[in-house]
């Protein structure tokens, strides 16, 4: 058994001239169904992969091509300090493309990923977070202060409810709930109406259908343009204002933000990223807090000792920065993100060729045995005085592709997890699990975390 930080060296990286391709072994299963297991069943798929093949295996699915699926830090490693040249991000051709369209950070890769990432990190680091710590505050306790006594319900959409209060007044300056009538809450209507009916069959329907398309479909293409109806006018008429030069909102700074030619973001380009921020920024979040509790209230031990710490005050950060460590660790929201490699690439054993793509599963990194001992069980304390190893604990992703709002997405948490624990009690409202529910790129409680609220102080 190894320790944290000690997995078996594995090389990994650009391969040399004399080295001949050799691929992983395969999943002999059609690319239909690899792709319909894929997207349905995830977890079950690329663990019971891993037992028949190990470590390194391919699949056909989402992507075009044979992919490398890896599990392995050292893997992880090499394509996350790698030229960004020789191992762009695939998701430029991930289900969010439709959505987000070609401008966003997400999905552009090269010198405008560079450009557009630059653009956006000021909003999202230092004395932008601490100003948002209140208001995550204030959203917090106009949503828990409403939450019905004895009642089973669904957490995800409280939480949702919670984080797109903070992003629509981080990004568009709205201050609380948008007023009625405006295409601030037509956007925040038409965001959380969506969100609600992404998990209905036809939703899911229609992300299969949209696989590998650059522009929407179907009824993706109706989802899209209701969003744009929203967007557009909420640009317009910020270009407008006289006082956009004092506004520390993220739309009006990237409305004032120039590339070093001196050039400004077109609409386009604006909506891209304004869409890219709402739907990384509210429902990830919202889901990473549901898993969470999902996992508190089945887990009674750590529950206690998150509460106690809590309400007593002694070492409260501590336990609610190693809960929520351990909830990313053991549910990612984001259960797998990839690379293209450029140039043949060694993937320990094996070498694959220039034009695979590689991706590395967040869920089997996280469940490695040599890392992280007794894997699938819930155990916040082993964060206890131990920071996450950046190759190890991966559900932001890493290098120049690391996600922009993982700080926002932190803070947020402990400010809600806190005020959670502290004021509420909560069961669980089936003794049961929740399975995970997947949807386009994330992993979801399948019933939403369904709790009960037993007391309130």
Not at 43 to 69: D, K, P, S, W
Not at 100 to 127: C, D, I, W, Y
Not at 175 to 182: A, I, N
Request: contains cysteine.
């Amino acid at each position: 058994m190894y320790h944290l930080g000690e997995a078996t060296p594995s090389p990994a990286g650009a391969a040399g001239a004399s080295d001949a391709i050799r691929m992983p072994p395969a999943i002999t299963a059609s690319r239909t169904r690899q792709l319909l297991q894929f997207s349905q069943r995830q977890i079950e798929f690329v663990f019971r992969a891993r037992r028949e093949h190990g470590e390194v295996f391919t699949m056909n699915g989402v992507i075009a091509g044979e992919v490398a699926v890896t599990s392995h830090p050292d893997h992880v490693r090499s394509l996350f300090t790698a030229d960004p040249d020789q191992a762009p991000s695939l998701t430029a051709e991930s289900p969010l493309l439709p959505i987000v369209g070609p401008n966003s950070v997400l999905t552009a890769n090269g010198p405008r990923h560079l450009r557009q990432r630059k653009l956006l990190l000021p909003p999202f680091h230092g004395e932008a977070i601490a100003r948002y710590a209140q208001m995550i505050a204030d959203a917090t306790e106009r949503e828990i202060g409403d939450w019905p006594l004895n009642r089973a319900m669904a957490l995800a959409p409280r939480m949702q409810a919670i984080t797109l209060d903070v992003i629509l007044s981080g990004i568009f300056g709205v201050e609380g709930r948008p007023r009625r009538g405006t295409p601030e809450h037509r956007l925040r209507l038409t965001v959380a109406s969506l969100s609600a009916a992404s998990t209905s069959p036809l939703a899911k329907l229609g992300e299969l259908m949209n696989v590998g398309k650059a522009e929407p479909v179907g009824l993706m293409r109706q989802a899209v343009a209701l969003l744009d109806r929203s967007v557009y006018p909420i640009i317009h008429a910020r270009r407008g204002v006289d006082d956009l030069g004092e506004r520390t909102d993220i739309m009006s700074l990237l409305m004032r933000a120039q590339t070093e030619d001196g050039e400004l973001l077109s609409d386009r380009e604006l909506r891209d990223e304004l869409l890219t921020l709402v739907f990384a920024g509210f429902e990830t979040t919202a889901n990473s807090l549901a898993w969470a509790w999902e996992r508190l209230v089945r887990t009674p031990v750590a529950y206690d000792r998150l509460r106690d710490a809590v309400r007593s005050g002694e070492q409260a950060g501590e336990h609610v920065e190693a809960t929520i460590v351990e909830s990313m660790r053991s549910r990612p929201v984001i259960p797998i993100i990839g690379r293209r490699v450029r140039v043949p690439w060694r993937l320990g054993e094996y070498v694959v060729p220039a034009g695979t793509g590689i991706d590395m599963s967040v869920l089997l990194v996280h469940h490695r045995e040599d890392i992280y001992p007794d894997p699938f069980a819930f155990r916040p304390e082993r964060w206890l005085g131990r920071k996450p190893g950046t190759y190890e604990w991966i559900p932001f992703g890493g290098g120049t592709r690391r996600c922009l709002g993982a700080a926002l997405a932190m803070a947020e948490q402990r400010v809600v997890l806190e005020a959670m624990a502290r004021r509420l009690d909560l069961e669980a409202a089936e003794p049961e699990p929740e399975h995970a529910q997947h949807r386009n790129v994330t992993m979801i409680p399948a019933h939403g975390a369904r709790v009960v609220v037993r007391g309130r102080r």
